[in-house]
């Protein structure tokens, strides 16, 4: 699977970008995260066909949503501030088989910040930089 993110760029505070990231792999399975300057790197949102999971920290200002017909994942951030300063990482993995139920590992990853490094595909990044 190979993951390629665009959109990134400078932004004022208050203001809104959007990011998108063009899978060839599985689309069923994907989310953000971002990695700001010398901290580990964090969830942001993850999506799965009906169901969505958000970091606090984006909660009601960041929305996350996919164009399955164009394999395109995306990320609308409104209201950045500077703590939104970061490079951003499209991620797509493998759902997993939990007895009779199939869940996607990265919704758990984004709110615990736990991440399986080996098991996700990541992109190249694209930075984001909240300044005036």
């Known amino acids: 699977v190979q993951l390629v993110e665009s959109g990134g760029g400078l932004v004022q505070p208050g203001g809104s970008l959007r990011l998108s990231c063009f899978s060839s792999?599985?689309?069923?399975?994907m989310a953000w995260f971002r990695q700001r300057q010398g901290k580990e790197r964090e969830g942001v949102a993850a999506?799965?066909?009906?169901?969505?999971s958000y970091a606090d920290s984006v909660e009601g200002r960041f929305t996350i949503s996919q164009d399955n017909a164009n394999n395109t994942l995306y990320l609308q951030m409104n209201h950045l501030t500077p703590e939104d300063t970061a490079m951003y990482y499209c991620?797509?993995?493998?759902?997993?088989?939990?007895?009779?139920?199939?869940?996607?590992?990265?919704?758990?990853?984004?709110?615990?910040?736990?991440?399986?490094?080996?098991?996700?595909?990541w992109g190249q990044g694209t930075q984001v930089t909240v300044s005036s």
């Open positions: 991620a797509a993995a493998p759902r997993e088989q939990h007895g009779p139920v199939s869940l996607c590992p990265l919704h758990h990853m984004v709110i615990s910040n736990i991440i399986k490094y080996e098991t996700t595909y």
């Open positions: 792999g599985f689309t069923d399975c």
């Open positions: 999506i799965e066909p009906s169901s969505f």
